[in-house]
């Protein structure tokens, strides 16, 4: 099983960036992904996660209506677009495969891939 998290990046408040989540060597339409960062001196936490059927479930307030997900089943891929970045999104982003359903709790994930660091500046 590998996912590898890619696309971040150094931008200025305001601007977007997309993220991607490649993955492999996994029934990849019977798995949620989640999306996880983790700050400078800070927990690891759940930001957003979408689920087998294609809904997104949404950990934290501050990036709703800010954050998008999606998913591709044919290139096994997920997408996390995030608009109007904010300097406090800025951390390392991770994907992480569960079998079936979104979870906000990190250890239940089964398996992760590398991060991808995000930095947003004023």
């Known amino acids: 099983v590998q996912l590898q998290a890619s696309g971040g990046g150094s931008v200025q408040a305001g601007e977007s960036l997309r993220l991607s989540c490649s993955t492999s060597g996994f029934r990849f339409e019977d798995y949620a992904i989640g999306w996880f960062r983790q700050a400078p001196g800070k927990e690891r936490e759940a930001v957003l996660c979408?689920?087998?059927?294609?809904?997104?479930?949404y950990y934290i307030d501050s990036v709703k209506g800010r954050f998008t997900l999606s998913r591709d089943n044919i290139k096994k891929m997920v997408y996390l677009r995030m608009n109007s970045l904010k300097p406090e999104d800025t951390a390392v982003y991770y994907c992480?495969?569960?079998?079936?359903?979104?979870?906000?709790?990190?250890?239940?994930?089964?398996?992760w891939g590398p991060g991808t660091q995000v930095t947003v500046s004023s």
């Open positions: 979408i689920a087998s059927s294609g809904e997104s479930t």
């Open positions: 992480a495969a569960d079998f079936w359903s979104c979870k906000d709790y990190a250890p239940l994930y089964d398996a």
